[in-house]
Nanobody, 118 residues
Framework: QVQLVESGGGLVQSGGSLRLSCAAS????????MGWFRQAPGKEREFVAA????????YYADSVKGRFTISKDNANSTLYLQMGSLKPEDTAVYYC???????????WGQGTQVTVSS
Protein backbone atom coordinates (compact mmCIF):
# COMPACT_ATOMS: atom_id res chain seq x y z
CA GLN A 1 0.00 0.00 0.00
CA VAL A 2 1.40 3.39 -1.04
CA GLN A 3 0.70 6.42 1.13
CA LEU A 4 0.79 9.77 -0.64
CA VAL A 5 1.26 13.38 0.52
CA GLU A 6 0.80 16.25 -1.93
CA SER A 7 2.49 19.64 -1.57
CA GLY A 8 3.54 22.70 -3.55
CA GLY A 9 0.23 24.37 -4.15
CA GLY A 10 -0.41 28.05 -3.60
CA LEU A 11 -1.73 31.30 -5.00
CA VAL A 12 -0.30 32.39 -8.35
CA GLN A 13 -1.22 34.93 -10.99
CA SER A 14 -2.53 33.94 -14.37
CA GLY A 15 0.39 32.96 -16.60
CA GLY A 16 2.51 31.86 -13.67
CA SER A 17 4.02 28.50 -12.76
CA LEU A 18 3.97 26.05 -9.89
CA ARG A 19 5.50 22.65 -9.24
CA LEU A 20 3.51 20.14 -7.26
CA SER A 21 5.10 17.22 -5.44
CA CYS A 22 3.64 13.94 -4.28
CA ALA A 23 5.78 12.14 -1.71
CA ALA A 24 5.13 8.44 -1.48
CA SER A 25 5.89 5.88 1.17
CA UNK A 26 5.63 2.18 0.62
CA UNK A 27 7.38 -0.42 -1.42
CA UNK A 28 5.36 -0.27 -4.62
CA UNK A 29 5.93 3.32 -5.80
CA UNK A 30 8.72 2.52 -8.22
CA UNK A 31 6.67 -0.15 -9.95
CA UNK A 32 3.45 1.83 -10.12
CA UNK A 33 1.96 4.03 -12.78
CA MET A 34 0.86 7.28 -11.15
CA GLY A 35 -1.24 10.28 -11.95
CA TRP A 36 -2.63 13.64 -10.97
CA PHE A 37 -6.29 14.57 -10.71
CA ARG A 38 -7.95 17.80 -9.67
CA GLN A 39 -11.27 18.87 -8.22
CA ALA A 40 -12.67 22.37 -8.50
CA PRO A 41 -15.48 23.59 -6.22
CA GLY A 42 -18.80 22.12 -7.22
CA LYS A 43 -17.24 19.84 -9.82
CA GLU A 44 -16.25 16.22 -9.99
CA ARG A 45 -12.65 15.11 -9.72
CA GLU A 46 -11.05 15.04 -13.17
CA PHE A 47 -7.98 13.49 -14.72
CA VAL A 48 -5.01 15.80 -15.33
CA ALA A 49 -1.97 13.67 -16.18
CA ALA A 50 -0.51 10.19 -15.79
CA UNK A 51 2.85 8.49 -16.15
CA UNK A 52 3.87 4.86 -16.45
CA UNK A 53 6.07 3.12 -13.91
CA UNK A 54 9.45 4.17 -15.34
CA UNK A 55 8.47 7.54 -16.79
CA UNK A 56 8.78 6.53 -20.40
CA UNK A 57 5.14 7.29 -21.22
CA UNK A 58 3.01 10.25 -20.21
CA TYR A 59 -0.62 11.16 -20.79
CA TYR A 60 -2.40 14.49 -20.41
CA ALA A 61 -5.89 15.89 -20.42
CA ASP A 62 -6.44 18.11 -23.44
CA SER A 63 -6.99 21.09 -21.15
CA VAL A 64 -3.40 20.95 -19.82
CA LYS A 65 -1.48 19.49 -22.76
CA GLY A 66 1.51 21.66 -23.60
CA ARG A 67 1.33 23.51 -20.28
CA PHE A 68 1.84 20.79 -17.65
CA THR A 69 4.57 18.16 -17.36
CA ILE A 70 4.36 15.07 -15.17
CA SER A 71 7.51 13.31 -13.99
CA LYS A 72 8.44 10.54 -11.59
CA ASP A 73 11.56 10.14 -9.47
CA ASN A 74 11.64 6.50 -8.41
CA ALA A 75 14.87 6.90 -6.45
CA ASN A 76 13.20 9.44 -4.18
CA SER A 77 9.66 8.07 -4.38
CA THR A 78 8.27 11.37 -5.57
CA LEU A 79 5.85 12.31 -8.32
CA TYR A 80 5.88 15.82 -9.76
CA LEU A 81 3.59 18.04 -11.78
CA GLN A 82 5.22 21.08 -13.32
CA MET A 83 2.49 23.54 -14.23
CA GLY A 84 3.03 26.53 -16.49
CA SER A 85 0.94 29.19 -18.25
CA LEU A 86 -1.59 28.77 -15.48
CA LYS A 87 -5.14 29.92 -16.02
CA PRO A 88 -7.92 30.75 -13.54
CA GLU A 89 -9.72 27.59 -14.68
CA ASP A 90 -6.79 25.55 -13.32
CA THR A 91 -7.88 26.53 -9.81
CA ALA A 92 -8.62 23.33 -7.90
CA VAL A 93 -7.37 20.94 -5.26
CA TYR A 94 -4.82 18.66 -6.90
CA TYR A 95 -4.42 15.02 -5.88
CA CYS A 96 -2.04 12.23 -6.81
CA UNK A 97 -2.73 8.52 -6.76
CA UNK A 98 -1.62 5.20 -8.16
CA UNK A 99 -3.21 4.06 -11.39
CA UNK A 100 -4.98 1.19 -9.65
CA UNK A 101 -6.95 3.70 -7.60
CA UNK A 102 -7.71 6.33 -10.22
CA UNK A 103 -11.42 5.58 -10.39
CA UNK A 104 -11.96 4.36 -6.85
CA UNK A 105 -12.30 6.07 -3.49
CA UNK A 106 -9.07 4.52 -2.22
CA UNK A 107 -5.67 6.10 -1.73
CA TRP A 108 -6.64 9.77 -2.06
CA GLY A 109 -4.81 12.12 0.26
CA GLN A 110 -5.55 15.66 1.41
CA GLY A 111 -4.51 17.21 -1.86
CA THR A 112 -2.88 20.59 -2.38
CA GLN A 113 -4.79 23.75 -3.26
CA VAL A 114 -3.86 25.67 -6.40
CA THR A 115 -5.47 29.07 -6.89
CA VAL A 116 -4.84 31.08 -10.05
CA SER A 117 -5.90 34.71 -9.95
CA SER A 118 -6.82 36.63 -13.11
Amino acid sequence: QVQLVESGGGLVQSGGSLRLSCAASGRTFSGSAMGWFRQAPGKEREFVAAINWNGSRTYYADSVKGRFTISKDNANSTLYLQMGSLKPEDTAVYYCNTEANFYTESGWGQGTQVTVSS
